[in-house]
């Protein structure tokens, strides 16, 4: 299937420029293209994976692929898609981000393929350099007020203002774009639904300074069938730096993905064939209480934002919380396991009375509660399910040396640490 083709089947185009122009020149020759990411934070979250997904795609079409971090852009603030004006960053911040955000996307482009490297930038490079009056004279008299005040990303911020400063950065984008036409030869911008104002203000921009093929496509905003944001999970966003967001926590926002979503999201997220999702869609319809589909696609985006062995420790942990033995975790499985569950932290001593470690830990609010707690069978220690009001919690009960795990019924679970 031709690139266009396969990617107006997995829904991610949500507008283009000149169809049929770009079709055919993506027949015909090797596209340069960017997409930029502003470093607004010290790690990227799924949110930009779809845009990142796509330079990828490109990249293994035998285009070249872009990836512009926006160490000059991120100092401004883009103020597309906020209602709101952002906080400004130090230059320290924005660089330290910058560099973050240059390692992430390294796991996803390959930037020493022989014939076809992806390139990684910063408009640092060149916006730092510009001066204003330069800038005004050159660049700026190509844009009127009255065509920056029609695009979204400025009409939607009128009402409760927006900064000159902000005001500004439909240029500063516009100007990448040019930039990277010029001196590399980029004819095709990607961006998310809220950049076609920025995109299509390139695209005249570079009309206007010499000329030449230009296109933009964006990209659907993500959204969920039950209405809630996409990319936000009970503890916050889901983030592609591992310490930030776990794999086991990553794995299980993928995995819990509804019924209604999750063929689109195989679509959007993963590389897997229409065939293969065609016939996860099969299954679906026919087994939805299996979640085949679901835990596909869990494994899929896991792998390819924290690798094989994430996979393979974040289904260890799921199979251990489901079994509710978490004896054949090691220490980083378990830590990561329970990293949202109540953790207490107790000195050292030689042993404890079950029924008083209950109540330290908040898992039962009184003895006579913790008594009668386990009595009824619903009190588990690292898995086995404890049936002694006497009993005493010994250092070989300890998991790793200092862990134990209480559990109280089937889900709710209590971290011990001991110093």
Not at 248 to 270: A, C, H
Not at 288 to 311: F, I, M, N, S, Y
Request: aromatic share 8%; proline share 2%; hydrophobic share 35%.
């Amino acid at each position: 299937m031709a690139l266009l083709e396969d990617l107006e089947y997995r829904g991610l185009i949500y507008q283009m420029t000149d169809r049929e122009g770009l079709k055919q020149k993506l027949e015909s020759e090797r596209v340069v293209l960017y997409c930029g990411f502003d470093p607004t934070a010290d790690s990227l979250h799924i949110g930009s994976l779809l845009p990142i997904l796509c330079l990828r795609r490109f990249q293994l079409a035998g285009h070249h692929s872009i990836a512009l971090v926006g160490g000059g852009t991120g100092l401004i603030g883009d103020p597309s898609g906020r209602s709101t004006e952002r906080s400004l960053n130090t230059a320290d911040t924005v660089a330290q981000w910058t560099d973050s955000l240059k390692r992430q996307l390294s796991r996803f482009l390959d930037f020493d393929l022989s014939d076809n490297p992806a390139k990684l930038m910063s408009n640092y490079d060149w916006l730092a350099p510009l001066d204003a009056i330069s800038f005004l004279r050159d660049v700026g008299k190509n844009f009127t007020v009255n065509y920056m005040l029609a695009k979204d990303s400025v009409d939607s911020r009128l009402a409760n203002g927006i900064s000159f400063t902000e005001f500004s950065y439909m240029i500063l984008q516009a100007y990448d774009f040019h930039k990277l036409h010029q001196e590399h030869g980029c004819s095709l911008q990607l961006g998310g639904s809220d950049q076609w104002g920025n995109i299509t203000a390139g695209l005249d921009l570079i009309g206007k300074m010499g000329g030449g093929d230009a296109y933009g496509i964006t990209m659907p905003l993500v959204t969920k069938s039950d209405g809630k944001k996409f990319g936000k999970s009970e503890s916050g966003a889901i983030w592609l730096d591992r310490s930030k967001t776990s794999a086991y926590q990553f794995y299980q926002f993928w995995i819990n993905t509804d019924d209604q979503d999750v063929i689109k999201f195989l679509k959007y997220f993963t590389f897997l064939t229409r065939e293969q999702i065609a016939e996860l869609e099969s299954e679906l319809k026919e087994h939805p209480e299996k979640r085949v589909a679901q835990r596909e696609l869990a494994r899929e985006v896991t792998r390819l934002v924290h690798g094989d062995e994430a996979v393979e420790s974040a289904e260890n942990i799921t199979q251990a919380l489901f079994s509710g033995d978490v004896t054949q975790l090691n220490e980083a499985e378990l830590v990561e396991a329970l990293q949202d569950m109540p953790t207490t932290v107790l000195d050292n001593q030689p042993e404890a009375g079950l029924i008083d470690l209950l109540v330290s830990v908040k898992a039962a609010p009184s003895r006579r509660q913790a008594k009668q707690d386990i009595e009824s069978g619903a009190v588990y220690v690292n898995g086995e399910r404890m049936s002694g009001i006497d009993s005493m919690i010994k250092e070989e009960h300890r998991l790793h040396g200092k862990y134990v795990v209480l559990r109280r019924g089937k889900k709710n679970y209590y971290l011990v640490r001991f110093q």
